[in-house]
Each structure stands twice: as C-alpha cells, then as structure tokens.
C-alpha cells in the first residue's frame, strides 16, 4: 500500500479500502505479481477524490502502464469528460486495451501510444487536469511541458516524489543513487515553479499537487 507508513498503520488503515469492483481487484493482483508499478490504493482513492473535487472536462495522463490509474480517473468524471493517456511500452499498450474494454469506459478514455516527450508537442488541447507518473529520468521535461498543456487553474498531480522513502533518506542503496537525485532535484525545481501553488503529501510513494496560478 504505502511506502511511507509503519506496518501497523497500514494494515489498520486497509481495513476502511472499499475497493468491490473485481476488475479493479484484479488488475491489482496482476500488477503485484508481474512487479508493474501501479499507484498504491491509498494513492489511487487520494487521485480519484481529487478527480471528483475538482471535476475536470479534460483529463491528461503520463504513463497509462495497464490502465490502472486511468480506469480509476474515467470512473470518476462526468458523462462528457475524458481522459487522454500516454503509454510508450507495446505490451503494456495491449493489456491495457483489454483492461478498457472490460472495463466499459472506452468512450471516456483515449489511450496514445507512444513516447510522451515525441506525443506532447503534437497535442493542441488544454487540460483541467493532468496525472504525471511515467519514467523518472523524464519527469522535468514532462512536467516543463505539463505545464504549458495544463489550463489555468488546473491540477497537476505527480507520484513518487518520495521515492519509497529514499528522497529524505542518508542512506540510498547504490544503484538508487541516481534515480533519488533525479527526484530530489525535482522536488526542487516543482516546488519553486512561480506559477504552480504546490504541496508535497506523504500518501503512498509521495503525492506532488500543483495548481496553476
Ligand atoms: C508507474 S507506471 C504507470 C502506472 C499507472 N499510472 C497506474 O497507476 O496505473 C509508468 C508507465 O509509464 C510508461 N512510461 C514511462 N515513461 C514514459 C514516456 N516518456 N512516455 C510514455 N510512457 C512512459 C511506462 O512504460 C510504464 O508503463
């Protein structure tokens, strides 16, 4: 669930998840046993509130994985808003077709393949909201851009700017070593963007909200 919360706490905490929806069940399932990275489900209720409060028309989101998070988004808008999703992996892309369609929200979720940084330049739609979750190393291009596609306003909401508590931590195993600075150094430039009010929340792997002045 967490990467931030002590045992207790989240095996407490578990208790008051209402999750029913078996196909949500299961991609869960399937995430967990063929290690894809998916949003915690403290995660995925924080970004499914967020969607209901701020109730965008158009919703953009950066690394669709096995449709997960997007699943999660469309069941929550509107009869007319959609949500666009960006997904660069091939087998990821097909699964997550499959998922869409089981899932009946096809009609709310348009699903791009394709690299982010080569499929943004080429969208010429604002939107209301926008869910950063692809690769580290390319989160400052993507948020730079993020924020010329996202409305005034708007919401963006980035994961893992805790990175599974290593961010604040002295001791980073080395082969993280890397990919913790690229985070660290993110913080950084996200929360000193002039034009964003932002906060850092520990839900799950680190909740970054901005909204765009
Ligand atoms: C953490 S997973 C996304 C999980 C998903 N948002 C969820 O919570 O269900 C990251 C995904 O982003 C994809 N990805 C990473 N960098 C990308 C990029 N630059 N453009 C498009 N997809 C990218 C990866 O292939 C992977 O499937």
């Known amino acids: 669930m967490s990467s931030i919360l002590k045992s207790e706490q989240e095996k407490y905490l578990s208790k008051f998840i209402k999750e029913k929806d078996p196909l949500i069940l299961e ?52 009869k007319k808003s959609v949500v666009y999703t960006i997904e660069k992996s091939k087998d ?40 950063l979750d692809a690769d580290k190393t390319d989160y400052k291009k993507l948020f730079d851009y993020s924020l010329i596609l996202l409305k005034k306003g708007g919401m963006i909401f980035i994961d893992n700017l805790l990175w599974h508590g290593l961010a604040a931590s002295t001791k980073i195993p080395k082969d993280q070593k890397n990919s913790t600075r690229i985070i660290q150094e993110f913080n950084e430039i996200f929360s000193a963007r002039a034009n964003l009010i932002t906060t850092i929340l520990p839900i799950g792997d680190g909740i970054g909200l901005g909204i765009k002045k």
């Open 92 to 131: 990821n892309l097909k699964i997550a077709k499959k998922n869409i369609t089981r899932s009946g929200l096809g009609d709310k979720i348009h699903l791009i393949f394709g690299n982010a940084l080569e499929e943004l330049p080429k969208i010429n739609k604002k939107f209301d909201f926008i869910f």
């Open 27 to 78: 991609m869960e399932a399937y995430a967990e046993e063929n290690h894809v990275p998916i949003l915690s489900r403290d995660s995925a209720e924080f970004l499914e509130m967020q969607i209901r409060i701020t109730n965008p028309k158009r919703v953009l989101e950066l690394g669709t994985a096995i449709a997960y998070s997007s699943i999660r988004i469309a069941r929550n808008l509107k």
